[in-house]
């Protein structure tokens, strides 16, 4: 049985315009710990991350799934999604 953590999954937008998808419990800790070049080797290297999207879940294995799917998808899904959800603006995808 798992413990009443809160799961999130979790889009950062680097600064060289690419996505870093995630999985955290303490989503202000692990941005933190981003932009501090200790999370990720991938974030390490395009710092400052900001974080653009986040979706809370009831566990950890469903934040996870969702964390995967994200991660499959292409450019143009992630941007579509993010869209959708609206975590992102048509204005900002021309930028990147």
């Given at each position: ?19 870093y ?26 710092l ?49």
């Amino acid at each position: 049985m798992e413990t009443a953590h809160k799961h999130y999954f979790y889009v950062l937008l680097c600064a060289d315009g690419s996505y870093y998808a995630g999985y955290t419990i303490d989503l202000s800790r692990r941005l933190l710990q981003h932009n501090e070049g200790k999370a990720s080797k991938y974030t390490r290297t395009r710092l400052p991350a900001s974080l653009l999207h986040s979706e809370l879940f009831e566990t950890k294995r469903a934040a996870m799934q969702a964390e995967y799917a994200f991660k499959q998808f292409s450019r143009t899904k992630k941007e579509n999604y993010l869209l959708e959800k609206g975590s992102l603006h048509d204005s900002n995808t021309a930028k990147l």
